[in-house]
């Protein structure tokens, strides 16, 4: 049986650089907002037929932050960035997948492929 994807229950900007969000389970997240910005899965960045990735690491501003972040449903979050890009969900079952800690990437290395 799957387990409750986890829900955020908070979500404070710790720097400049730096998004946390704490999670229902008790978890807490750091994400760096770059790479947050570059993993969005809209359809402006992800080709939506063929899955390739369309945004490029040398469009997106070193300097990159949210300007706002807006629940969407009970499913997810939407990022307004500072460079203008607004249109992409972060699903909670994403923004867990994307947590860089360490415990969550030794999970993802020990989940059944």
């Not at 899955?51 to 300007?67: M, N, W, Y």
């Not at 807006?70 to 992409?88: K, M, Q």
Request: aromatic share 6%; proline share 8%.
């Amino acid at each position: 049986m799957k387990r409750p994807i986890p829900v955020p229950t908070s979500i404070e900007q710790i720097d400049a650089r730096t998004l946390g969000i704490g999670w229902s389970d008790g978890h807490a997240s750091a994400y760096e907002v770059r790479g947050l910005r570059l993993a969005c899965a809209c359809a402006h960045c992800v080709q939506e037929w063929t899955g390739e990735v369309t945004v490029r690491p040398e469009t997106i501003p070193a300097d990159i932050h949210p300007v706002g972040i807006e629940p969407i449903g009970n499913y997810g979050l939407r990022i307004d960035w500072s460079d203008g890009h607004a249109t992409g969900i972060y699903t909670f079952e994403r923004l867990r997948a994307l947590c860089p800690c360490a415990a969550c990437k030794a999970t993802r290395a020990d989940a059944p492929k």
